[in-house]
């Protein structure tokens, strides 16, 4: 481990964005002000996300504040899906609002709110993916409940503001459970340990996670599944994302969907990783695959009958999340790794289609897809970025959501669930189906009469092109860095020096795995080499 002030460093462009923000006047030049600080602010996650991103790869796990900060291969999936999807909704935000603000819907003081809020959300979730002690990454998820939902009701409509005291009341009566977990925990690991101060680190946990009362352990696991899962949106803990991923503004909706879920997920992850350790796989699994099978299957069936665009694309972020849980019930390096994969790959279509509604809005002016017809006509770079990315949520090939949910669906039949496998992947035929409803007719429909004709401008078509490259590059070719983390991911949830090649279906596997011993998947997995990071930390 390499002590380093990386960890710290990246919490300085979004909490100093957020003080300038707030303690200046929102009116003239002080708005343009405002933009210019959330720029540098999102930049700044960007960079250092990369530079973590880039000592990780190379073997070095980063620590600061004495351990309390720590990004190990785990952690830098999810800080990386902060800073390229925090920077491209952040990018797109800047023409977003500034539309709403001159249409009327939003004024310089609600501007004030949106990129002081948005940039202390961002802090808040770089907080819950550092974190290693146990009760600094509960306060942290606990944070991102305050930080976003003055985002949700920032219109001050009675749908959204509804939706912020919902998302409020259920999220922090949820992760209430989740800190029930943290202290089962703490005082699990500080009895065993007999450090106190240690004992509240991760990394003490995991490495001691063999002499833990498994009793107190199943209880723990229980709680944080309850807790942390109510964030992350699995059934039937999910009431409160429907309404504010809808009532959000839409870059905000993508945040949400595309990075907070994942914050939620990386702390079960971690707390699944404790409870492997001192009991076994048996349990945890068994909860995590009955959640993720009800997931899918609720939300599938509500996501079909939904009118409106953006709590359709709400629904399909339920029932993906289901999809990582069932990855992580199934287990192996094979489920682990399929299970991260397809967390990177659903941040990115995602983030595509949520950008893409708010496109629709701006041309529009409403969600109601039974009144959006014609996109293609009226907005076609719009339009076509709109296909791509309900194609890809779709699970077709070559997009990157059709890699991923291929390996989950393998993992589950070679661990032998294969009419689980079945059950859900006939209810995810529910799902695209009402995706290429939207295609055929809300894309490709007959456009209203009067409808002026125009794209809207390349402030917010920029990100989306970056993001549609994204979600093409991962279907096509998993970079060989991607696929180096995702294995060390997996080797260090799992406590093993082992590891599975990630590659595309047609993308040729690295030479070490041909070398290796083939388990014979069609999806071209193999046994890799032995995984050089250091699994326990």
């Known amino acids: 481990m390499v002590s380093s002030n990386l960890p710290l460093l990246i919490f300085c462009g979004p909490l100093l964005a957020a003080a300038i923000v707030f303690l200046l006047p929102s009116r003239g030049f002080f708005l343009r002000l405002f933009e210019g600080a959330h720029l540098a602010s999102i930049t700044c996650v960007l960079v250092f996300s990369i530079m973590i991103f880039g000592r990780v790869i190379d073997g070095e796990n980063v620590t600061a504040f004495g351990e309390w900060f720590y990004v190990d291969s785990l952690g830098a999936i999810f800080l990386m899906l902060i800073g390229v999807v925090g920077f491209l909704t952040g990018l797109y935000s800047l023409s977003y609002i ?86 089962l925990s703490y005082a699990n690991g500080s009895e065993v340990i007999g450090n106190s101060e240690s004992a509240i680190l991760w990394t003490t946990l995991v490495a001691h996670a063999s002499s833990l009362d498994p009793t107190v352990v199943k209880l723990s696991f229980v709680f944080v599944l309850i807790g942390f899962g109510t964030k992350a949106g699995l059934f039937p803990m999910h009431a409160w994302l429907p309404d504010a991923h809808s009532e959000a503004p839409s870059p905000v909706s993508a945040l949400l969907s595309g990075v907070l879920l994942k914050c939620a997920l990386l702390v079960i992850i971690r707390y699944y990783a404790i409870t492997i350790r001192a009991i076994g796989p048996d349990f945890p699994q068994l909860l995590l695959m009955t959640l993720g099978g009800l997931s899918i299957v609720v939300a599938s069936l509500l996501f079909y009958v939904q ?140 456009c209203p009469e009067k409808m002026p004709k125009g794209d809207v401008g390349w402030g917010a078509l920029a990100p989306m092109v970056v993001l549609c490259g994204l979600v093409l590059t991962m279907g096509v070719a998993i970079p060989q860095s991607v696929s180096k983390l995702l294995q060390n991911a997996s080797a260090i949830v799992l406590g093993e020096q082992s590891s599975v090649a990630i590659v595309a279906p047609w993308q040729a596997q690295p030479e070490a795995a041909q070398k290796s011993e083939s388990q014979a998947l069609p999806l071209a997995l193999a046994t890799g080499t032995p995984s050089q990071t250091e699994t326990n930390p």
């Open 98 to 183: 500034r539309h709403d603000f001159k249409s009327g819907e939003i004024d310089g003081g609600k501007m004030k709110l949106y990129y002081g809020f948005f940039n202390l959300f961002l802090s808040t979730m770089l907080l819950a993916a550092t974190s290693n002690n146990i009760v600094m990454m509960w306060v942290a998820v606990e944070a991102t409940t305050l930080g976003s939902a003055f985002l949700v009701g920032l219109y001050a409509k009675k749908s959204s503001l509804e939706a912020a005291w919902k998302y409020v009341i259920i999220c922090t009566v949820g992760v209430a459970f989740g800190l029930y977990g943290t202290v």
């Open 307 to 446: 009118q409106d665009l953006k709590r359709k694309l709400a629904y399909s972020s339920v029932e993906h999340i289901g999809l990582m849980a069932l990855g992580l019930g199934v287990g192996g390096p094979l489920g682990i790794g399929a299970a991260l994969l397809h967390a990177v790959n659903h941040s990115f279509a995602k983030a595509l289609l949520f950008c893409g509604s708010g496109n629709v809005l701006m041309k529009y002016g409403t969600r109601d897809l039974r009144s959006v017809k014609g996109l293609l006509r009226v907005a076609p770079v719009s339009g076509l970025l709109m296909i791509a990315g309900a194609l890809a949520l779709a699970g077709f090939p070559p997009f990157n959501i059709f890699v991923s949910e291929f390996m989950v669906f393998a993992a589950g039949i070679k661990a032998g669930h294969l009419g689980l496998m079945v059950i859900c992947a006939l209810f995810f035929t529910v799902t695209v189906g009402g995706l290429i409803q939207i295609i055929s007719g809300s894309v490709l429909g007959k």
